[in-house]
């Protein structure tokens, strides 16, 4: 099991910054895949960035040059900064935790913190 929670988030206008972090605790895998998701309302949840233990990224191309995800492997943490923030990136963030065991993939998930953007 693996337990996943979050910091940070709040209400911010259109083009400020804000960062929201994720503390990983638990059995954790030595390679792993920690990302954040985001929810809007009456929308599917969509990835928006992920970073695997080794460093590689990927993001969505909606936040491409905005955003940055770090991880910190030492202390099991994942970071996302946001800037230049739209009122298009208000929405529940998560965060996830992706790892495969015996060729079996485990996903656990936060429990999400809100993020507003908004004048």
């Known amino acids: 099991q693996v337990q996943l929670v979050e910091s940070g988030g709040g209400s911010v206008q259109p083009g400020g910054s804000l960062r929201i972090s994720c503390a990983a605790s638990?059995?954790?895998?030595?390679?792993?895949?920690m990302a954040w998701y985001r929810q809007a309302p009456g929308k599917q949840r969509e990835l928006v960035a992920a970073?695997?233990?080794?460093?590689?990224?990927n993001y969505a191309d909606s936040v491409k040059g905005r955003f940055t995800i770090s991880r910190d492997n030492a202390k099991n943490t994942v970071s996302l900064q946001m800037n230049s923030l739209k009122p298009e990136d208000t929405a529940v963030y998560y965060c996830?935790?992706?790892?495969?065991?015996?060729?079996?993939?485990?996903?656990?998930w936060g429990q999400g913190t809100q993020v507003t953007v908004s004048s």
């Open positions: 638990g059995s954790i895998d030595s390679m792993n895949v």
């Open positions: 970073i695997a233990t080794g460093g590689i990224t």
């Open positions: 996830n935790y992706r790892a495969t065991r015996l060729l079996r993939t485990y996903e656990y």
